[in-house]
């Protein structure tokens, strides 16, 4: 689950990690109103309006504007942010609308640098990687010089020690930008490794993270991702975070009905059972010179109520030329899937093609139940066959 | 007895009183599994009953720790089907019980508490987890440790190792139709840490004298199966035949399994399939072949 660059920021703030000041704001005059109680309070007449959005890259592609002139001009630019298509390389072609603003206080750089945690699944650890080469498009720095980003892996049991502290804080030259400096570095990786952990994050990242000109270290952005499958420890909090207009509005609902769907290009419509299959579905789709439309795992005990929402999911895409159900039943039984298929088939008067492989626990039934409901629905033996089958469907 | 679990081994399924726990933990004694013990706290005393593969009741005792279940039912190996916020704690209770094995099925257990378990394990050398987000471990004919559909399985000398679930079924069940039968299939799971990976069961197979050859199952995302190359290149003496999920799955989109995600440009199939084809091994480039791939290997 992603949260918005001023969420970070929140949360930074209660865990210690400086901050610029800052006011989130949804309209033109929330902006003004922000920027001006921003250059009373720090005595700057620069504000920074940065466009809230779930993806990276928001400088380049101008959702991140300095106001010079004051509480106006910072007025003026939210007006032009507010509303507008922020495309990133994160957002894909069509963008992100930009729905909130995050006013903040200008400061003088002298550094920027690159500051982050993940889990490093071949470690198996939580891993610290920082470097010198900040507010540039860090995959970059790795693929051209992997010696100037530094990581350090966490044991669990210790986390975050001091001398790995350190030991980061002088891999970046910290030293060089004062003894203050050098000492807020260290106290920060603390801050922040316990921020990771107590928080379930799974990614932190801090692209830039400054040195000012008086020698203060700040975090100038904030990206924070948590780890799902710990929302259950995190419930209240991560609700009133969730920003559901990020969201593919179908994805969500998909979720919500405990069903995995991520929507593609093409127009094959899949309904799978497990992850992997899944996956394998939409390969053979495309061997067979076809292009999915989604990915679509049930899962593995998926009810009749289930199918048909998959099935009216799909359909929400007015792309889809045909649809291919793809089962291989263990605990989930081909004649349960075959009832829900049938079901949905009449419920939702499907009208474009489907092809339906089934196979695994109880598949005689489950095919003697699609053959006597006579509907138009194309049995297939195998999943080749049934790729096969919908691919021809739905050509020309 | 193939690898990991055969005829004597002895298991202890904890959350057996769940919906999930008990309609599998039925499911393996009828395959002819040795369920010998279930384990939920606050359950302990009561009697879970099940029937064996040729008709007979089973009456299995319920205990209030996986300790009290391996004293007194030599229990060696755990099926584990509690709910993620207690999965984790699950798994450290049955290896410090003594289990030598610890299979997990749970879907959803929090990357960091996984972390610590994973941490936890390491240096406890007589312990090997399968698993979390897995389908288990089967020995076709011998003993069935997960929630795979047993029929589809037939006894034979080919090894199947995966991150998934449904699509190791299809490969099994692809053999089976062509006549071939499987030693063991493992399930590791599609989690970013979890416990024995690629090369853990790859260097099983390699020393198993009832296994011919392998058939491993990747997807997307991690490199675990690029690892698994390089292993592959320097050790396997067996035939491998491999099929990588996902080449059709756009960057940046988790599909499905949290390790399935494809970050940074790196974890593509193109890229794994490259390693493995390197390395010796047959890519199948259709999960319609996975078995006929490994059978021109035999040849």
């Given at each position: 689950?992603?949260?918005?660059?001023?969420?970070?920021k929140q949360?930074f703030?209660?865990?210690?990690?400086?901050?610029?000041k800052?006011?989130?704001?949804?309209?033109?005059e929330?902006?003004?109103?922000?920027?001006?109680?921003?250059?009373?309070e720090t005595?700057?007449p620069?504000v920074?309006?940065?466009?809230?959005?779930?993806?990276?890259g928001?400088?380049?592609?101008?959702?991140?504007?300095?106001?010079?002139?004051?509480p106006?001009?910072?007025?003026?630019?939210?007006e032009?942010?507010?509303g507008?298509?922020?495309?990133?390389?994160?957002?894909g072609?069509?963008?992100?609308?930009?729905?909130?603003?995050?006013?903040?206080?200008?400061?003088?750089?002298d550094?920027?640098f690159?500051l982050?945690?993940?889990?490093?699944?071949?470690?198996?650890?939580?891993?610290?990687m920082?470097?010198r080469?900040?507010?540039m498009?860090?995959e970059?720095?790795?693929?051209r010089?992997?010696?100037?980003?530094h990581?350090l892996t966490?044991?669990?049991?210790l986390g975050l020690?001091?001398?790995?502290?350190?030991?980061?804080?002088?891999?970046?030259e910290?030293?060089r930008?004062g003894k203050a400096?050098?000492a807020?570095f260290?106290?920060?990786c603390?801050?922040?490794?316990?921020?990771?952990?107590?928080?379930?994050?799974?990614?932190?990242?801090?692209?830039?993270?400054?040195?000012t000109?008086?020698?203060d270290?700040?975090a100038?952005?904030?990206?924070?991702n948590f780890?799902?499958?710990s929302?259950?420890?995190?419930?209240?909090?991560?609700?009133?975070?969730?920003?559901?207009d990020?969201?593919?509005?179908?994805?969500?609902?998909?979720?919500k009905?405990?069903?995995?769907?991520?929507?593609?290009?093409?127009?094959?419509?899949?309904?799978?059972?497990g992850?992997?299959?899944?996956m394998?579905?939409?390969?053979i789709?495309?061997?067979?010179?076809?292009?999915p439309?989604?990915?679509?795992d049930?899962?593995?005990g998926?009810?009749?109520?289930?199918?048909?929402?998959a099935?009216s999911?799909?359909?929400?895409?007015?792309?889809?030329?045909?649809i291919?159900?793809?089962?291989?039943?263990?605990?989930?039984?081909?004649d349960?899937?075959?009832?829900?298929?049938?079901?949905?088939?009449?419920?939702?008067g499907?009208?474009?093609?489907?092809v339906?492989?089934?196979?695994?626990?109880?598949?005689?039934?489950?095919k003697?139940?699609?053959a006597e409901?006579g509907?138009?629905?194309?049995?297939a033996?195998?999943?080749?066959d049934?790729?096969?089958?919908?691919?021809?469907?739905?050509?020309? | 007895?193939?690898?990991?679990i055969?005829k004597?081994?002895?298991?202890?399924?904890?959350?057996?009183?769940g919906?999930?726990?008990?309609?599998?933990?039925?499911?393996?004694?009828?395959y002819?599994?040795?369920?010998?013990a279930?384990?939920?706290?606050?359950?302990?005393?009561e009697?879970?009953e099940?029937v064996g593969?040729?008709?007979?009741?089973?009456?299995i005792p319920v205990?209030?720790t996986v300790?009290?279940?391996?004293?007194?039912?030599?229990?060696?190996?755990?099926?584990?089907?509690?709910?993620?916020?207690g999965a984790a704690?699950?798994?450290?209770?049955?290896?410090?019980?003594?289990?030598?094995?610890?299979?997990?099925i749970t879907e959803?257990i929090?990357?960091?508490d996984?972390?610590?378990?994973r941490?936890?394990?390491e240096g406890?050398?007589?312990v090997?987890?399968?698993?979390p987000?897995?389908?288990g471990?089967?020995?076709?004919g011998?003993?069935k440790?997960?929630?795979?559909?047993?029929?589809?399985?037939?006894?034979?000398?080919?090894?199947?190792?995966s991150?998934?679930?449904?699509?190791?079924?299809?490969?099994v069940?692809?053999?089976?139709?062509?006549?071939?039968?499987?030693?063991?299939c493992?399930?590791i799971?599609?989690?970013p840490?979890?416990?024995?990976?690629?090369?853990?069961?790859?260097?099983?197979?390699n020393?198993?004298?009832d296994?011919?050859?392998?058939?491993?199952?990747?997807?997307?995302?991690?490199a675990?199966?690029?690892k698994?190359?390089?292993?592959?290149?320097?050790h396997?003496?067996?035939?491998v035949?491999a099929?990588?999920?996902?080449?059709?799955?756009?960057p940046g989109?988790?599909?499905g399994?949290?390790g399935?995600?494809i970050?940074?440009?790196?974890?593509?199939?193109?890229?794994?399939?490259?390693?493995?084809e390197?390395?010796?091994?047959k890519?199948?480039?259709?999960?319609?072949?996975m078995?006929?791939?490994l059978?021109?290997?035999?040849?």
């Open positions: 689950m992603k949260i918005h660059e001023y969420q970070g949360l703030a209660r865990y210690g990690i400086p901050i610029p800052g006011y989130p704001a949804f309209s033109k929330e902006a003004r109103i922000s920027a001006a109680k921003l250059i009373e005595g700057i620069v920074v309006v940065k466009a809230q959005i779930h993806a990276g928001r400088g380049k592609g101008g959702g991140v504007k300095l106001a010079k002139g004051g106006d001009e910072a007025a003026d630019l939210a032009k942010m507010l507008m298509q922020l495309v990133t390389h994160q957002t072609p069509k963008g992100q609308k930009v729905r909130r603003l995050y006013i903040e206080q200008g400061l003088d750089i550094k920027e690159y982050a945690l993940v889990v490093d699944r071949e470690a198996r650890r939580v891993a610290m920082g470097s080469e900040g507010g498009d860090i970059e720095v790795a693929a010089s992997p010696d100037k980003i990581t966490m044991d669990p049991f020690t001091g001398f790995q502290a350190r030991k980061l804080a002088y891999a970046l910290m030293h930008h400096a050098f807020q260290v106290r920060l603390h801050s922040l490794y316990d921020l990771f952990v107590k928080e379930d994050c799974s990614l932190l990242e801090i692209n830039p993270l400054i040195v000109k008086k020698g270290v700040v100038l952005d904030a990206k924070i780890d799902e499958n929302e259950f420890r995190h419930a209240s909090d991560w609700a009133d975070l969730r920003d559901v990020e969201e593919d509005p179908v994805e969500f609902e998909a979720k009905a405990g069903l995995s769907y991520v929507s593609l290009d093409g127009n094959i419509g899949c309904l799978v059972n992850a992997g299959l899944a394998a579905t939409m390969d789709i495309k061997a067979y010179g076809g292009e439309a989604n990915f679509l049930v899962g593995g998926a009810n009749q109520e289930q199918v048909t929402k099935f999911i799909i359909l929400k895409s007015p792309k889809v030329k045909g291919f159900v793809n089962i291989f039943g263990g605990i989930m039984k081909c349960v899937i075959a009832t829900g298929v049938v079901a949905a088939t009449r419920e939702l499907l009208t474009v093609p489907l339906v492989r089934l196979e695994g626990t109880n598949v005689e039934l489950g003697k139940i699609l409901s509907l138009a629905i194309q049995p033996d195998t999943m080749a049934g790729a096969r089958k919908i691919v021809e469907a739905t050509r020309g | 007895m193939a690898i990991l055969g004597d081994t002895r298991v202890v399924v904890q959350g057996i009183t919906s999930a726990g008990g309609f599998h933990a039925k499911q393996c004694a009828a002819g599994t040795q369920i010998v279930g384990v939920t706290p606050g359950r302990g005393g009697t879970f099940a593969p040729d008709g007979q009741l089973l009456k205990f209030d300790e009290e279940a391996v004293e007194k039912t030599r229990a060696d190996t755990s099926l584990i089907f509690v709910p993620p916020p704690d699950a798994i450290v209770e049955a290896a410090d019980a003594g289990c030598s094995l610890i299979v997990c959803g929090p990357v960091l996984m972390v610590r378990t941490r936890w394990l406890r050398s007589g090997r987890l399968v698993g987000n897995c389908p471990v089967i020995t076709p011998a003993c440790i997960g929630i795979m559909p047993g029929h589809i399985h037939r006894p034979g000398r080919i090894g199947v190792v991150k998934s679930g449904t699509l190791t079924y299809e490969a069940g692809q053999l089976t139709a062509a006549g071939v039968g499987q030693s063991t493992v399930g799971g599609g989690d840490i979890a416990g024995l990976d690629f090369i853990d069961v790859l260097e099983l197979f020393n198993d004298p296994t011919d050859g392998v058939v491993l199952i990747g997807e997307i995302g991690g675990a199966e690029i698994a190359a390089e292993w592959i290149r320097g396997m003496k067996k035939p035949a099929f990588i999920a996902g080449a059709a799955a756009p989109k988790r599909m399994h949290a399935a995600i970050n940074g440009g790196k974890g593509t199939a193109r890229e794994k399939i490259e390693a493995l390197a390395a010796g091994v890519v199948s480039r259709s999960p319609a072949d078995a006929s791939t059978l021109s290997l035999l040849k």
